[in-house]
C-alpha cells in the first residue's frame, strides 16, 4: 500500500518536473525564435541602408554628369532627369526616391549685407535694428573679426577672440546677430547660403519666396511661364518691373545646391551639397558645401 503510494507520488512529481521543463524549452524556443527575427529585421534594414547608400551615391554622379554635360533647358535625352528638371527646388521624383536642384542666385546670401539688410526688413526687424544686424554679420565675415562685447555670451571665454580666417561656414551661425530670436531665424534658414553671391535671382526662387518681390497678377504669370520652360530673362524683367541696378539679376548662376533622398522600404536617407559647376574649366567642378552624413528616419 505504501508502496503505491509513493510510485504515485514520484510519478506525479515527475510530471510536473516534464511540464516545468517543457514550459522552461518553450519560452527558450519563444525567445530564440523572437531573437532571430529581431536580428533577421536588422540585418536587413542594414542591408537596405547600405543599398539606399549606393543609390545616393549613384543618385550624386548622374546627376553631377547630367549638369555637365546638358544644357539648363529640358531636352529630349536619353538620360532621365534632363528631361524633367528644374532649378528652383521643386522635386523630380526618380525610382527609390527624389531630387531637388536649386541655383544658389535664388538664395539670399549672408555675405551680401544689401541682401541681408533687406530680408530683415521683410521679416519684421525694423529698419534701426536691420541696420545694426547687417553690421553685427559683416563684422564676423570680416577675416580676423573681433567678436562685439556684447556678443561675449556665445564663447566660453570671457576675452574677445579673432574669429578664423574663413568667413561663416554655417547659415546656424546666424544666430549670434542680435535681434535675430529664434522665430525670425526659422523664417530666414531656409532661404539662406553661405555662398557669396553677388546678385539675387527671384526667378531661381520657390514660389513663397517670389511672393516676397512680386505681387499678382504678375506673380502667377511669371510661375505659369517658368512651369512651361518659357521664362526669359527679358520677360521676366518686363513682367515684375525689377531692375539689374536694385541687385537683382535673372540670369542663371553656376552654383546649385543639391538634395538627394534614397527611400528603400523602413530607410531613408538625404544628403545634401553645393557645388559650383564650370564645364569648360580645366576643373569642371568643385563642393563648396558637402553634408556627407546621412540620416535614417
Request: aromatic share 10%; net charge negative.
Amino acid at each position: 500500500m505504501t508502496t503505491s503510494i509513493d510510485v504515485g507520488r514520484h510519478r506525479g512529481v515527475a510530471l510536473i518536473q516534464v511540464l516545468l521543463l517543457s514550459v522552461m524549452l518553450s519560452v527558450l524556443m519563444i525567445s530564440v525564435v523572437f531573437n532571430s527575427k529581431s536580428q533577421l529585421i536588422e540585418a536587413e534594414k542594414i542591408q537596405d541602408r547600405a543599398d539606399a547608400m549606393v543609390r545616393l551615391h549613384s543618385q550624386e554622379s548622374e546627376l553631377l554628369f547630367s549638369l555637365l554635360t546638358h544644357s539648363r533647358k529640358q531636352q529630349s535625352s536619353v538620360l532621365e532627369l534632363p528631361n524633367r528638371w528644374n532649378f528652383y527646388g521643386e522635386s523630380i521624383a526618380i525610382p527609390h526616391g527624389e531630387v531637388q536642384i536649386r541655383d544658389v542666385a535664388g538664395f539670399f546670401s549672408i555675405y551680401n549685407i544689401k541682401q541681408m539688410k533687406y530680408i530683415f526688413d521683410l521679416h519684421g526687424i525694423n529698419a534701426a535694428e536691420a541696420t545694426k544686424a547687417s553690421n553685427d554679420l559683416n563684422v564676423l565675415i570680416l577675416p580676423r573679426a573681433v567678436i562685439p562685447e556684447y556678443m561675449q555670451r556665445y564663447i566660453e571665454s570671457t576675452e574677445p577672440l579673432p574669429i578664423r580666417n574663413a568667413g561663416l561656414q554655417l547659415v546656424d551661425e546666424l544666430r549670434f546677430i542680435q535681434g535675430v530670436d529664434d522665430t525670425i531665424f526659422r523664417q530666414l534658414a531656409p532661404n539662406l547660403t553661405t555662398y557669396p553671391s553677388k546678385t539675387l535671382n527671384p526667378a531661381a526662387m520657390t514660389a513663397e519666396q517670389m511672393a516676397l518681390y512680386i505681387s499678382e497678377p504678375s506673380l502667377s504669370l511669371v510661375l505659369s511661364l517658368r512651369n512651361e520652360g518659357k521664362l526669359t530673362p527679358e520677360s521676366f524683367l518686363e513682367l515684375t518691373g525689377l531692375e539689374y541696378d536694385q541687385g537683382f539679376s535673372p540670369l542663371p548662376g553656376n552654383a546649385l545646391e543639391l538634395s538627394f533622398t534614397a527611400v528603400l522600404n523602413d530607410v531613408k536617407l538625404t544628403r545634401k551639397l553645393t557645388v559650383v559647376i564650370n564645364p569648360y574649366e580645366t576643373i569642371p567642378f568643385y563642393f563648396w558645401e558637402y553634408q556627407k552624413y546621412s540620416h535614417v528616419n
